[in-house]
């Protein structure tokens, strides 16, 4: 005798029938939301990646000079080797200072866009927040492009 206990009651609003279109429309709608998620965020790892390489290049390639740190102005002032005195402006920038020191760094002897290096927990933060969302992001869009298994008939409850 057949066992109706395991069969589908017709319980929610499409009458009772399995929708197979309805359910992939969902997922891709759903999928295409974390799609965008997933490129949203790898777009700020990248974007972030290539701020600190190229940072990182400007610390080993060009020439570096430390300056007096003013916090309240938000400066560095330094001279250079004529004995012209620069002010550079550092306001809005995480910076690494030692007191009222900072190193600062240009290339081919234009000081006017000496840069600071940006502080290195600034880095590992922004690696760990925008890499875990994307990590995140990615298995959720992976899970929702799965194809499911509905099984279309009765389920059979013993197999010869």
Not at 62 to 83: L, Q, R, Y
Not at 108 to 127: E, R
Not at 141 to 150: E, F, G, S, V
């Amino acid at each position: 005798m057949y066992d109706f206990k395991d069969t589908y009651d017709g319980g929610n609003d499409s009458g009772g029938y399995y929708d197979e279109k309805k359910e992939k429309a969902d997922r891709r709608h759903q999928a295409a939301i974390w799609l965008g998620l997933v490129l949203l965020f790898g777009g700020l790892l990248v974007f972030c990646v290539s701020k600190n390489v190229g940072e990182i290049i400007m610390k080993y390639n060009a020439h570096s000079v430390i300056g007096k740190f003013a916090p309240v102005e938000s400066t560095v002032s330094f001279m250079d080797e004529n004995g012209n005195n620069h002010i550079i402006n550092i306001d809005g920038t995480l910076a690494k200072h030692y007191g009222d020191q900072m190193t600062l760094y240009y290339y081919n002897d234009d000081y006017s866009n000496a840069k600071t290096i940006t502080w290195v927990w600034f880095w590992v933060f922004s690696y760990a927040f925008f890499g875990s969302i994307f990590l995140i992001s990615l298995v959720l869009y992976k899970k929702n492009m799965k194809q499911t298994h509905h099984y279309k008939g009765i389920p059979k409850k013993y197999t010869y």
